[in-house]
């Protein structure tokens, strides 16, 4: 039985807090172990937990960033959600900070996530990135 709005929102939230909390366990905990990740990162697609964890840790070293769901959309004919997010970016021990707004595809299987695909103009963060 595909999930409801309010438990696909529970849900969202929960995987942003591991996010916002930089937990590369907690974020990896939320993923199922044949995950496909992708963000304008990545430079292709992050398969299962193990490269997961690699590509999360160089990450969070690399930024301090802050996550907020502002709406979520269900899927009609899959288990999943596109969820529009706001975030901040921020480089460590840096004092500017960047906004962006984007989207996430998730798709689920069960309550774990199996393919999350992340889309944002990566554009905004070139003010950090010089």
């Known amino acids: 039985m595909p999930m409801t709005e309010a438990q696909l929102t529970v849900m969202a939230e929960s995987l942003f807090e591991a996010w916002n909390r930089q937990d590369v366990e907690a974020v990896v905990a939320c993923y199922a172990d044949d995950l496909v990740y992708r963000d304008p990162n990545t430079r292709g697609e992050v398969r299962g937990r193990d490269a ?38 921020r480089k460590p021990g840096g004092e500017r900070t960047v906004e962006a707004d984007g989207m996430d595809l998730v798709l689920l299987d069960g309550d774990l996530v199996k393919r999350n695909e992340v889309y944002f103009d990566r554009a905004v963060l070139a003010p950090l990135l010089g």
Do not use: I, N, T, V
């Open 52 to 89: 997961m964890r690699r590509y999360l840790r160089k990450l969070f070293g690399a930024w301090q960033m802050h996550w907020a769901l502002r709406e979520l959309f269900p899927l009609a004919d899959a288990d999943g959600a596109a969820a529009l997010w706001h975030a901040s970016f």
